[in-house]
């Protein structure tokens, strides 16, 4: 069968065609397919990575005969082994079917193991050897074959790894193949390591090869806010500093550290989420519109915002830990590293000086949640006498239950002249009844493939994001900005809605809360 012919079996054989699917069908080239995961034993690969290349296999963008996917780590185990490990992750829960079961079997058949240490020239020597031989196998023109690493590995080893491929691993030619790698974050600590970093990839590859993979910039809601943004004539006149009152993108989890304590103490909410994750919706929601959805033309863009961007006041900054934090006996008994962080950013340009973007992230709270949550101003000459209820606010929900909505006032229905806040709705799981949203790291993955870099983090834009945070983030290393303690399972230190009230102007909506709704 050829690959066009498995293609389109792949496609019949669907009884939904996933929105994945149709927009991106003419997405894999020909020839051959290597794609390595280095760290293949480890957390990341087993739980994110995996997993998005068996989705993309069963949507049909690794047809089997040109894909071969090879895991590469320290461990000594043999190809079955790792395969056994991976099932599970597959395909969650003991009830799979017996057709989901067989699915999983061709994916895994597909998987060669590779073991060497990150810096041994026999281990990368003998990786290449097994990649050339798959190359060989599925008759690829010399320079066709295709070759990715995806490193699900720390930053401490991102330079050796690099090294080994470039000195070892390389297509052999450019004619029509290529060589990617794409690094996860933490790409660094502070502006020094993160360029230093950047420098020592940088000199073994190019930049169009280097994909910094940020997996919100793969999510669903996140990849709508363009369209949202400059596709609608509603939003365009709005957008701005005379009609939005502030910002909020808001990270929950109702979970603490749970045995990652030691890993996440070097690093704090601030480098694990809001330098990343928040500041790249931030970008989204702020930047003004490309000249055109080419990669550059976006990240041109991005860059701008980010550059535009005041220095943190310490006045905005809320810290906070959680109580229980520091009884993991992998966390130092006087820890100042924040579970929880409050930070308003303010733009210097035309469209928002004077509007506070709220980026709020944090640990063992309330709830489990992502949004963004858009308020704007009052109404002038509020006849009603409604202000007290609340401001208009759309509201994107990034995770869990994905769904974008506007809280507006409305009359309450009954013969009495009152009003209510109620909510123009969009909720995904009920308007796109049997449409799958693809997870984010089969999305990029996927882009990493096609070679587009749209929604990966250019050099000059992690430099412009690291500016911002490094020196807040060395004076709290320097224990000079202090972590306040707050209970698990609730909003986070009271100082921080006192922030968002005092400072960011935020008004909170009373009597008012949203319900997804159902089928």
């Known amino acids: 069968m050829t690959s066009s012919e498995w293609h389109v079996e792949r496609r019949r054989s669907s009884k939904t065609e996933s929105p994945l699917s149709r927009d991106l069908e003419n997405a894999t080239e020909t020839g051959s397919l290597s794609i390595v995961v280095l760290g293949a034993s480890g957390d990341l690969a ?3 990575t ?11 963008f690794l047809p089997p005969n040109e894909v071969c996917i090879f895991g590469y780590a320290r461990t000594k185990i043999t190809d079955n082994e790792l395969r056994d490990r991976l099932r599970g992750y597959l395909v969650p829960g003991k009830n799979s079917s ?4 067989e699915e999983v079997s061709k994916f895994l058949h597909l998987i060669k193991y590779v073991s060497g240490s990150y810096d041994s020239k026999d281990g990368f020597c003998n990786l290449d050897k097994e990649i050339s031989e798959h190359e060989s196998l599925k008759s690829s023109a010399q320079g066709s074959s295709r070759r990715l690493f ?6 401490t080893v991102y330079p050796s790894v690099c090294k080994m491929i470039k000195t070892y691993c390389m297509n052999k030619s ?16 502070d502006l020094e390591s993160a360029e230093q970093l950047s420098t020592e990839i940088g000199e073994l590859f190019e930049e169009p090869q280097i994909y910094r993979i940020d997996h919100y910039l793969g999510k669903e809601l996140v990849q709508n806010m363009l369209v949202l943004r400059f596709a609608n004539r509603l939003f365009m006149p709005q957008w701005n500093r005379d009609n939005i009152a502030n910002v909020q993108i808001v990270f929950r989890e109702d979970f603490g550290t749970e045995g990652r304590g030691g890993y996440f103490d070097q690093y704090g909410i601030i480098r694990d989420i809001i330098q990343n994750h928040l500041l790249q919706v931030f970008c989204l929601v702020a930047m003004e519109k490309p000249v055109s959805l080419k990669p550059e033309h976006i990240r041109d863009e991005k860059v701008k915002v980010l550059e535009s961007v005041l220095p943190i006041k310490d006045d905005e900054v809320v810290l906070g830990q959680y109580e229980g934090y520091r009884d993991d006996a992998t966390v130092p008994d006087h820890s100042n590293t924040p579970t929880f962080a409050t930070v308003i950013l303010r733009v210097h340009n035309e469209r928002w000086e004077g509007v506070p973007f709220i980026l709020k992230a944090g640990k063992a709270l309330n709830a489990r949640k992502a949004d963004i949550r858009v308020q704007f101003k009052d109404v002038p000459g509020d006849i009603f006498k409604c202000q007290k209820q609340g401001r208009n606010e759309f509201v994107i929900r990034l995770q869990p239950s994905e769904a974008m909505y506007m809280k507006l006032t409305v009359k309450k229905p009954g ?4 009003t209510i806040q109620s909510e123009l709705d969009l909720s995904y799981r009920q308007r796109y009844q049997g449409a799958t949203i693809p997870e984010a790291y089969e999305r990029l993955i996927l882009d990493t493939i096609r070679g587009d870099q749209q929604h990966f983090v250019r050099r000059d834009e992690l430099k412009a994001s690291w500016e911002i945070f490094t020196p807040l983030l060395h004076r709290i290393d320097k224990g000079e900005f202090k972590s306040i303690p707050y209970k698990p399972g609730t909003r986070g230190p009271a100082e921080a809605d006192k922030v968002l009230l005092e400072k960011a102007g935020y008004v909170q909506t009373h009597g008012y809360i949203w319900i997804p709704p159902t089928l």
């Open 46 to 48: 087993k739980k994110k």
């Open 50 to 60: 995996f997993p998005a290349l068996f989705h993309l296999y069963g949507q049909g």
């Open 98 to 101: 017996l057709e989901q079961s």
């Open 150 to 155: 995806y490193l699900a590995l720390p930053p």
């Open 174 to 189: 450019d004619l029509g193949g290529w060589t990617r790698i794409v690094v996860e974050k933490p790409f660094g600590k």
């Open 415 to 418: 013969l009495e002249m009152e």
